[in-house]
Nanobody, 115 residues
């Protein structure tokens, strides 16, 4: 059973940076897509950023220019570098890896942006 383990969340002041990591235990078949989602209290889960097996990326308008998604295929790991954090970035962040016949989600990591 593959599990996704997230790390890197926490409390940060506005304007600060955090880097989230999500590592998959076990073998992941290719090709696959990796992505980060977030869910704020009282809101629906939304896509933050995604990256394909070939490295193509897409971002929510609200994070463009501030967040960067990347992946290390050898380590089955996806990262989210978050810069210039804003209070509205506060949410639980989830990673997702999906491919032919599978769709895995992480347990979520809390990111709080507050002074």
């Amino acid at each position: 059973q593959v599990q996704l383990v997230e790390s890197g969340g926490g409390l940060m002041q506005p304007g600060g940076s955090l880097r989230l990591s999500c590592a998959a235990s076990g073998s992941i078949f290719s090709p696959n897509a990796m992505a980060w989602y977030r869910q704020a209290p009282g809101k629906q889960r939304e896509l933050v950023a995604g990256i394909s097996s070939g490295g193509s990326t897409n971002y929510a308008d609200s994070v463009k220019g501030r967040f960067t998604i990347s992946r290390d295929n050898a380590k089955n790991t996806v990262y989210l570098q978050m810069n210039s954090l804003k209070p509205e970035d506060t949410a639980v962040y989830y990673c997702r890896i999906n491919g032919p016949g599978y769709d895995y989600w992480g347990q979520g990591t809390q990111v709080t942006v507050s002074s």
